[in-house]
């Protein structure tokens, strides 16, 4: 059955456009994604995600993403104004998330060093967000 790209808004975006969004939708997966975990000794443990601090940052660039996806003619790949923004909204989610790092590196000292870890979340949306970069940069190359 074919699809009506009335109806679907995802029909006929370029290979460039599309990689895009799913990387971009990976950095808001991690953003939900537990950022900080706290061990709190013989209570157990605590997290929280991406949705504080600077995480508002990568979440907000996800959007800018999302919308230099769909500016402009989507049927073709970005072009120079699209791919700056696109640029830009990866560069946000990065940027966001190696704050939000160094920000909870800051914290303390001693023993509350030992205690406040960094999530599995972070991460991920650290490395989509250098990886969205190196693809819409063209560093990286998939057929």
Do not use: H
């Not at 699809?3 to 460039?16: E, H, I, W, Y």
């Not at 953003?31 to 995600?49: R, V």
């Not at 996806?69 to 791919?83: A, H, L, S, V």
Request: proline fraction near 3%; hydrophobic fraction near 50%; aromatic fraction near 10%.
């Amino acid at each position: 059955m074919e699809q009506n790209p009335q109806t679907n808004p995802l029909a006929g975006l370029p290979k460039q456009k599309l990689y895009s969004l799913i990387v971009a939708g990976v950095a808001l997966i991690a953003i939900f994604l537990p950022w900080i975990t706290i061990k709190l000794g013989i209570l157990g443990a605590n997290s929280a995600n991406g949705l504080r601090g600077w995480g508002v940052l990568s979440l907000l660039s996800v959007g800018v993403v999302a919308a230099a996806c769909f500016m402009g003619d989507k049927t073709k790949e970005f072009d120079p104004n699209t791919k700056k923004i696109a640029l830009g909204g990866f560069g946000g989610i990065a940027l966001g998330a190696l704050l939000f790092f160094i920000r909870k590196s800051s914290y303390g000292g001693g023993m509350l060093n030992d205690a406040v870890g960094t999530g599995f979340g972070l991460w991920l949306c650290l490395l989509a967000g250098i990886a969205g970069l190196a693809w819409v940069y063209g560093l990286i190359k998939l057929k």
